[in-house]
């Protein structure tokens, strides 16, 4: 279905959540919101084949519709994993759910309602958060860095996406006029963009790209390093060695 959820104007704009409405939509929504989200996500699920020992999990924090499960069981094709995909909005699960069906059956695929910041992680081998921390208050991301690096296996790899914002305030700008003008040209209009930043202000908190290696490097893990960027968007992989 076709994201049109801000294309009529609102008297007063609703906070972002990720609704009933959002999911039927949300597809849609990242594939024309967020640079590179498939290329970003056969990046990260490749690594995920690369680093991955057989017999642990691989967790999805914020698994949403479960786009990064389908693409997994794609780059892993006959070789056999377990997956865990974790989100806290219902509409997301039963959509995920209904993937399912599209995935070999060698590949053990859960999508489970819970709370990332509270899960009993265990035997895990990667974890995975696409677009997720951002949405985590500031002042929690320390500790959910220090829980996920506390529950990975040793050699256990944490593979992170999020919108990031510069500390040079001109550079910020421009990077934030050039993801508007990739929004544009995905056929949303002025309108739709400028409600959606409204609605998501205060939502989603970006950190820049050198406070997200900090935290991971905090956490414990011992190599960080960001394997893709496009203005405002970066992904970074953390080792635990």
């Not at 929504?29 to 490749?46: A, D, G, K, L």
């Not at 995920?48 to 999805?60: H, P």
């Not at 909005?89 to 053990?108: C, G, L, Q």
């Not at 209009?189 to 930043?197: G, N, V, W, Y």
Request: charged letters at 25%.
């Amino acid at each position: 279905m076709k994201d049109d959820i801000y294309s009529k104007p609102f008297q007063i704009i609703p906070k972002f959540e990720f609704s009933e409405k959002v999911a039927q939509v949300f597809d849609d929504m990242i594939h024309r919101s967020v640079p590179f989200y498939e290329t970003n996500q056969t990046m990260s699920c490749q690594m995920a084949e690369e680093f991955y020992t057989d017999g642990s999990i691989i967790y999805d924090l914020g698994c949403s519709t479960g786009k990064t499960a389908q693409t997994l069981s794609q780059v892993f094709e006959n070789r056999p994993f377990q997956y865990i995909g974790i989100d806290n909005s219902s509409a997301m699960i039963d959509k995920a759910e209904k993937s399912k069906n599209d995935m070999s059956e060698i590949h053990k695929i859960d999508f489970l309602l819970g709370d990332i910041e509270t899960f009993p992680y265990g035997n895990a081998g990667i974890i995975i958060a696409n677009y997720t921390f951002q949405f985590i208050p500031p002042e929690k991301r320390a500790a959910l860095l220090n829980n996920i690096y506390f529950s990975l296996n040793k050699n256990g790899v944490l593979l992170l996406s999020e919108k990031v914002v510069e500390s040079d305030k001109e550079i910020a700008n421009h990077f934030i006029h050039m993801h508007h003008l990739m929004k544009k040209a995905c056929g949303y209009s002025d309108l739709e963009i400028m409600q959606k930043r409204d609605a998501i202000e205060d939502v989603l908190i970006p950190n820049t790209p050198e406070k997200n290696m900090e935290l991971m490097k905090d956490a414990g893990f011992q190599a960080v390093s960001i394997y893709h960027k496009w203005f405002n968007f970066a992904s970074y992989i953390a080792l635990k060695k």
